[in-house]
C-alpha cells in the first residue's frame, strides 16, 4: 500500500514562494511516477507537473514552466514542486499523485495514489 502526504502549502503574497512535499510510505515508490495536480473551488482538477520514476524527466503545464520545478529525492521518497513568482491565479488545493504508467500524462485518471492535498493561498 502507498500512501502519499503533501505539506508546504500556506498564504503568501504574489511573487512569493512556496515549497511542496510529498512525502510517501509504501516500498514501490521509487517505481512510481509522480504528478502534481491543483483544483480551485468550483473547477477541476488541473494538471501542474509530473516527474519520470528515475527523475530523468519532467513534465509541465504551459502556465507554470520557468516558474514551478518539481523534483525527487529518491533516498526519502519525497518529490518536491518548487514555486516560485506565483500568482493569484495559483491559488488552489494542490495534489501528488503518483502513477506505475502514467509518464507525465495530464489526466487525474492515469494515477492511482493520491494524497490528501494541501492548500496554496496567493494573496495580489
Known amino acids: 500500500q502507498i500512501q502519499l502526504v503533501e505539506s508546504g502549502g500556506g498564504l503568501v503574497q504574489a511573487g512569493g514562494s512556496l515549497r511542496l512535499s510529498c512525502a510517501a510510505s509504501?516500498?514501490?515508490?521509487?517505481?512510481?511516477?509522480v504528478g502534481w495536480f491543483r483544483q480551485a473551488p468550483g473547477k477541476e482538477r488541473d494538471f501542474v507537473a509530473a516527474?519520470?520514476?528515475?527523475?530523468?524527466?519532467?513534465y509541465y503545464t504551459n502556465s507554470v514552466k520557468g516558474r514551478f520545478t518539481i523534483s525527487r529525492d529518491t533516498a526519502k521518497d519525497t518529490v518536491y514542486l518548487q514555486m516560485n513568482s506565483l500568482k493569484p491565479e495559483d491559488t488552489a488545493n494542490y495534489y501528488c499523485?503518483?502513477?506505475?504508467?502514467?509518464?507525465?500524462?495530464?489526466?487525474?485518471?492515469?494515477?492511482?495514489?493520491w494524497g490528501q492535498g494541501t492548500q496554496v493561498t496567493v494573496s495580489s
Open positions: 516527474i519520470s520514476e528515475t527523475g530523468q524527466r519532467q
Open positions: 499523485a503518483g502513477s506505475w504508467t502514467a509518464q507525465g500524462d495530464p489526466s487525474p485518471d492515469r494515477y492511482a495514489y
Open positions: 509504501g516500498r514501490m515508490f521509487s517505481l512510481l511516477s
